[in-house]
């Protein structure tokens, strides 16, 4: 199927048919509704009680406190917020400005191909943990620093992707009779040749959403992610290990959270390339084409 | 001097968890030889100069070297390698009379000479490291014959500040003083045997020590642990007999299991640190609120799990300038705070235009500054945390790179002035607070405390007065006393003596296996 234009209401309905993709997504909408209406729900993650420190799950906490009185519930619902605006964040930025750079260096070829993918080879040569650390101790710790440190370490992955797909898609008939027709360069890449390369672009989007949220975290758990009080599931998981004895929870919960979720993004990206390159099971009413 | 002694403790419980993490230790910890006793550090010692007190240091000087005169815990002087100490009575000198046939670990004898030779070294800026600026107060000394030596004053001096700075005196063997930040010079009960940098130390008992007796454990192991939890789990499952600097966290934790925790005499203090050059703290009326704006109950039951005492002055129990009233005058009053807030006459705009730099490696710290920053949000006053660690960390504090940073602050059990040995207190060529010192009657007021001799009324009059100015003036606001040098140990240990600094003293301790 891919390289081919297929409808989205097509798609949707074939990764949803696949009953582990239609959890995860059920998962990640409850989620993204939580974090957005976290405030009409009563949850304060700032809010301290010195009195009730780490204690454990009850009616009150459900998710226990943390070591300043905390509710750890609201703590992870707000840090849904966190990680998601990240991930959403990165994942923008990073295809911004790798799919332009692939598609420039597979239509064009040459000196452009040689020079980006040269920049492009830099960037995966060091790994990415790295590049965001390098790029958090020029910027400062911020959200907006962890966003751009997770999104560029992204660049490399859809570039690639891109580019591959210009070169698949480069000497195809109805490209060069786009060409033929007095198309330009510019005409062909986003009308003719974009179009047909969203499959696989779409799938990384997906899959890199989890690798960004994992990033995000694990630069937090580092100690270089969002300074506190900001919620971050990555600095709770952090926090939370120091008192693995005293309160077992504070780290586990919010550490589940965070591993069901980028379970979730990843299931829903498996299913979606299953359903672009057409390896899944047909559904059992054919859907017709619009 | 005091002895602890503690009980047999039952390891039910603890080892069931540890001894899987036992299996894992390094070989050190788990070797339980007779007469060995296996102590837990977090940190690897920087040197062996027994003049560089970082706390780092602090499990080894007191075992390596010995002092002039020592304090027991309640502050009273007493003799050690001085065995006898006379000041004269226009308290302009004191004279100092050694013990006979106490040996350096080379085999050197302890002479007169050889204590002139430290002085040296502890009047030399480049040389004499902590020791240094309470040097200040000398002008020079005379070496009167082979067992006496006479320190001369620039003026005179407080019977306390003399006393402190002969228990500051660790003497160093002349042949060993200019090797000895790589190789340890000293007459104390253990001798170094070995050691693994980063990973282990290893002491053996000084067969020629002049305390008869003494030391009792004829060896010593100190196994480095990367993290407090792994230094615990090796406690609890029988890997080592104490831990020394551990977290108060997981001391109150071993605590509540049993396991005995030595609480030495000579705390820091945790003061917020106040750039009065900077933003809205060139207000006082701004700077005064604090005083009732910080929940020092609070930061101690998050930060130091309850181990130490609240504080308004910076002040340890066993300083002569300790003043308990001023805690509960100071004690958290979010509306005083306010008032205090109003009178100052800035915009909220201008109180929240500043920022808490915060050491990020310390969880503590972090827990501590998220307390006074929600403290803060209640009043409207919302500031950013500045999270900086290393060198960063170092320069920001110790240049006044901040508006505001908590920082410990030592020297709080000694003679009062001692406090302006601390960057933020300095009197003179204060890194943060500029020259010439913006509070002169601060300055005024520890001259007064240097000046007033004897320990009558005029003494304890003189203290009132620092603890007054130093309320007022609030570029420094102390919140409590915590301990980085916990001792927590199996209850198979005994015979702790305590230290006045908190240091690790081990030649009392015994260990029955």
């Known amino acids: 199927m891919s390289g081919m234009l297929v409808s989205a209401r097509h798609v949707a309905q074939r990764v949803f048919a696949q009953p582990a993709a239609a959890v995860a997504l059920a998962w990640l909408a409850a989620l993204a509704v939580a974090a957005i209406l976290a405030p009409l729900l009563g949850l304060d993650p700032l809010a301290q009680d010195l009195v009730r420190m780490l204690e454990g799950l009850s009616r009150d906490y459900p998710f226990g406190t943390d070591e300043l009185g905390r509710d ?66 020029v910027l400062g710790r911020s959200q907006a620093a962890a966003l751009v440190a997770v999104g560029l370490t992204g660049v490399p992955t859809f570039a690639r992707v891109a580019r591959a797909q210009v070169l698949s898609l480069r000497r195809r008939d109805f490209v060069t009779a786009v060409e033929a027709f007095g198309g330009t360069p510019a005409y062909s890449l986003t009308r003719t040749i974009l179009p047909n390369s969203w499959s696989p672009i779409l799938t990384q989007m997906v899959v890199l959403s989890s690798v960004a949220i994992l990033l995000e975290a694990a630069l937090a758990f ?33 550490g589940l959270v965070l591993t069901v979720t980028i379970l ?27 | 001097m005091t002895v602890l002694t503690t009980d047999r403790r039952s390891l039910l419980g603890a080892l069931a968890v540890g001894l899987p993490l036992g299996a894992a230790l390094p070989a050190a910890a788990q070797t339980a030889a007779p007469g060995t006793l296996r102590i837990a550090l977090l940190t690897d010692i920087a040197n062996y100069d027994p003049h560089q007190f970082s706390f780092v240091n602090a499990s080894l000087i007191k075992n390596l070297y010995d002092t002039l005169i020592e304090y027991t815990p309640e502050g009273r002087a007493e003799p050690s390698l001085a065995e006898a100490w006379t000041i004269a009575p226009d308290s302009r000198s004191v004279t100092v009379t050694l013990r006979r046939g106490v040996k350096f670990h080379s085999g050197n004898p302890l002479t007169a000479e050889a204590v002139a030779t430290t002085l040296k070294k502890a009047a030399d800026p480049s040389l004499g490291k902590n020791l240094y600026p309470t040097m200040s107060i000398v002008q020079d000394w005379t070496v009167v014959d082979p067992q006496t030596i006479r320190l001369n004053m620039k ?10 700075l002969l228990q500051f005196i660790a003497v160093i063997d002349p042949a060993g003083i200019a090797t000895v930040e790589q190789t340890p010079a000293g007459t104390g009960a253990y001798k170094l045997a070995e050691r693994a940098v980063g990973q282990r130390i290893r002491l053996v008992a000084n067969p020629d020590y002049w305390r008869q007796g003494e030391p009792v454990t004829k060896e010593v192991v100190f196994t480095i642990f990367s993290q407090d939890a792994a230094a615990t789990a090796s406690l609890e499952s029988g890997g080592v007999d104490v831990i020394y600097g551990g977290s108060s966290r997981s001391a109150a934790r071993l605590k509540s299991q049993g396991y005995p925790v030595l609480d030495g005499p000579g705390p820091l203090v945790q003061v917020f640190r106040i750039n009065t050059t900077r933003g809205p703290f060139r ?62 006459g800035l915009s909220q705009a201008e109180m929240s235009d500043w920022k808490l730099v915060v050491n990020a490696g310390s969880q503590p710290d972090v827990a501590i500054s998220q307390v006074v920053q929600n403290t803060l949000r209640r009043v409207g006053i919302n500031i950013e945390l500045d999270m900086k660690e290393g ?32 960057s933020i207190y300095r009197t003179a060529n204060n890194p943060i607070l500029g020259e010439p010192h913006p509070f002169p009657e601060y300055v005024a007021a520890i001259e007064r405390i240097n000046t007033t001799l004897g320990s009558g009324p005029e003494v304890k009059a003189a ?51």
Do not use: C
Request: charged content about 15%; cysteine-free.
């Open chain 1, 72 to 137: 750890i519930l609201a703590r992870a619902v707000y840090g849904a917020r966190t990680s998601l605006v990240t991930a959403a964040g990165a994942v923008t930025l990073a295809a911004s400005i790798g799919v332009p750079m692939g598609l420039v260096a597979g239509f064009f070829g040459g000196w452009r191909d040689a020079v980006l993918m040269r920049i492009v080879d830099l960037l995966l040569a060091l790994p990415g943990i790295m590049l965001a650390l390098a790029l958090i101790a």
């Open chain 1, 222 to 254: 580092l100690g270089v992610g969002i300074p506190p009080p900001t919620p971050s599931w990555g600095e709770m998981l952090r926090t939370g290990k120091e008192y693995l004895y005293e309160a077992p929870t504070y780290a586990v919960l919010p």
């Open chain 1, 264 to 290: 979730a993004f990843d299931t829903i990206g498996r299913a979606l390339s299953s359903v672009l390159e057409g390896r899944d099971a047909p559904l059992a009413r054919p859907v017709e084409s619009p």
């Open chain 2, 155 to 164: 003026g005179p001096v407080p019977d306390r500040q003399i006393t402190d």
């Open chain 2, 283 to 344: 207000n006082a009326q701004f700077r005064q609120a604090f005083n009732y704006l910080i929940d020092r109950e609070g930061i101690l039951r998050v930060g130091y799990a309850g181990l130490g005492q609240v504080v308004a002055l910076p002040w340890a129990p066993s300083s002569p300038a300790y003043d308990p009233s001023y805690a509960q005058t100071y004690a958290f009053n979010i509306e005083k705070g306010r008032e205090l807030l109003q009178r100052s």
């Open chain 2, 391 to 422: 060198a960063e960390l170092v320069d920001s504090m110790l240049k006044g790179r901040f508006d505001t940073i908590f920082g410990g602050v030592g020297n709080i059990q000694k003679f009062p002035s001692r406090v302006a040995t601390n």
């Open chain 2, 463 to 513: 203290y009132d007065h620092l603890n007054k100015v130093l309320v007022e003036t609030s570029f420094g606001i102390p919140t409590n006393t915590y301990n980085p040098g916990l001792i927590v140990t199996a209850k198979n240990v005994s015979g702790f003596t305590l230290d006045m600094d908190n240091m690790l003293v081990l030649r009392t301790t015994a260990v029955r296996r």
